[in-house]
C-alpha cells in the first residue's frame, strides 16, 4: 500500500487538493484516486514522491503511521536498539535474521503487527525515550521497560528469537525442499508472518491495557499457521520426508519453550530423533475413514447388528 501512503503524505505535506497534486505529478486526478486505493505505482513516480515529500529512503506507510518523518526516524532508532538488544540476549543457537533488518522491513513489519493487535500507537514519539543510544545512559533499560510501548516491542523481540529459533531447527529446511514444493505455498506466509506469531505468545494479561483485540488477533495467527503446517506436514508425509519435531508446537507452545526446543537442536541433541506424530496423523485419519465407512458397507450387506461379532484374537501378534 505505498501508493496510497504517498498521496497520504504528499496532501498532508503540500496541503494540497487532489487536483493540485494531479497538475504537479502531470496525472490525472483519476490516476491520484487509484493511487489512493492501493493501486500499484511505478518506481519512477515513487521517486517523484520521495522528492516532493522529502522522505529518502524512509518507508511511506511507516511515516504515516509514526505521525511525521521525525517521529519515524526516532522509532527506527528505538526499533534496531531493541531488536539488536534482543539478539545479543538471545539463546536458542540460532541467529535471529529478521532482527538484523538486513531488508529493511523490521520497522514496517513491527508497526503492521502492533496495528494488526489493535495496539494504537501514540501520536507523537514518547520524549522519554528521545535520548542518545550512544550514550548509553545507566537508566535506558529502565526507562523502556517503563514505557508501555518500547516495553511491548522489546518483548515482542524477545519472543520473536524463540519463534524464529524453532523455525530455523525444524521448519525453513522443510519449506526450501524443492520435492515438496512449498515455498511458493504457505512457505512464504510462514516465514513472514513470523512476527505475528510471536505475538500471539506474549501475555494476554499484559495486554489489557494496550488493546482489547488481541484475544481475536491471537486466535486468528494460530488459525493461519495451524493450516499452512498441516500443508507442510501432509507433504513432508507423502513425499517420506521425516520430521524431527511436532510442528504443531510452533502454534501451541509458549516461545519460552520453542527455544528450549531449537537450542537443543542446535547442540545436536535431537540430531537422531524423529517425530512419530507424521505417521500417527494418517494412521488416525485412516481409522477414521473406516469408522465412518464400516458401518455404511455392512448395512449395504445386510447384516445385522447381532450378526456380526469382533474376533479380537486375530488382532494380537503371538509368538511361534
Known sequence: MNSAAFVHLALETLSCTQKELS???????????????????SLEMEDKFRTLVKIGNQNPEFVVWAGSLEAANKWEKLIHFLAEGAADNAETGYDTEPLSDEEELLCWQTFHTLKSMGVDLPKT?????????????????????????????????????????????????????????LEETVGGNIT???????????????????????????YRVRKEYKKWLNVVKEKAFRA??????????????????????????????????????????????????????LPVIIKKLGIGPDEFELDESELSVTES
Open 125 to 181: 514519539f514518547p520524549t522519554e525515550l528521545d535520548f542518545d543510544y550512544e550514550e548509553d545512559p545507566d537508566d535506558l533499560w529502565d526507562l523502556i521497560h517503563e514505557n508501555p510501548y518500547s516495553s511491548l516491542i522489546y518483548k515482542l523481540y524477545e519472543s520473536l528469537t524463540n519463534v524464529y529459533g524453532f523455525y530455523v531447527a525444524y521448519v525453513s529446511d522443510l519449506l526450501l525442499d524443492e520435492e515438496l514444493d
Open 240 to 293: 517420506g520426508v521425516p520430521l524431527r519435531a511436532e510442528l504443531m508446537n510452533m502454534v501451541y507452545q509458549s516461545d519460552g519453550k520453542l527455544g528450549h526446543e531449537a537450542e537443543r537442536q542446535s547442540l545436536g541433541f535431537n540430531s537422531f530423533r524423529l517425530h512419530p506424530d507424521i505417521y500417527m496423523d494418517e494412521l488416525l485419519r485412516g481409522m477414521r475413514i473406516i469408522h465412518q465407512v
Open 192 to 218: 513472514f508472518c513470523l512476527l505475528n506469531l510471536a505475538a500471539s505468545k506474549l501475555d494476554a494479561e499484559e495486554m489489557r491495557g494496550l488493546t482489547t483485540q488481541f484475544q481475536d488477533f491471537s
Open 23 to 41: 497538475l504537479r505529478l502531470e496525472v490525472s486526478p483519476t490516476q491520484i484516486s487509484k493511487w489512493k486505493q492501493g493501486e500499484h505505482m
